[in-house]
């Protein structure tokens, strides 16, 4: 079993930052991949950005250049740097662990871009 929490969401103006968190429960070491996940309003899930145990990244088209994937293995915490935010970022933002084949879900954080 692993816990995911999920922090750092809000509200913030087109053009602006934000960095979320996601806290594993166990050492993210033993992780195979952990990811964001984003669902807008109405939507279905996306995936926003992924980082496997090896330190490899991918990204949506829709985010290159502005968002950034890391982890911090140490701290157990895996994070999103979200830059150059726009409208259509608004969503639920989730984290995600692959792990022993199955996947762990965090509880959502609301990310809402509006002037």
């Known amino acids: 079993q692993v816990q995911l929490v999920e922090s750092g969401g809000g509200l913030v103006q087109p053009g602006g930052s934000l960095n979320l968190s996601c806290a594993a429960s166990i050492s993210i070491f033993w992780i195979n991949d952990m990811g964001w996940y984003r669902q807008p309003p109405g939507k279905e899930r996306e995936l926003v950005a992924g980082?496997?145990?090896?330190?490899?990244?991918r990204y949506a088209d829709s985010v290159k250049g502005r968002f950034t994937i890391s982890r911090d293995s140490p701290k157990n915490t895996v994070y999103l740097q979200m830059n150059t935010l726009k409208t259509e970022d608004t969503a639920v933002y989730y984290c995600?662990?692959?792990?022993?084949?199955?996947?762990?879900w965090g509880h959502g954080t609301q990310v809402t871009v509006s002037s």
């Open positions: 995600n662990a692959h792990f022993s084949l199955d996947d762990y």
């Open positions: 980082i496997s145990s090896g330190g490899n990244t």
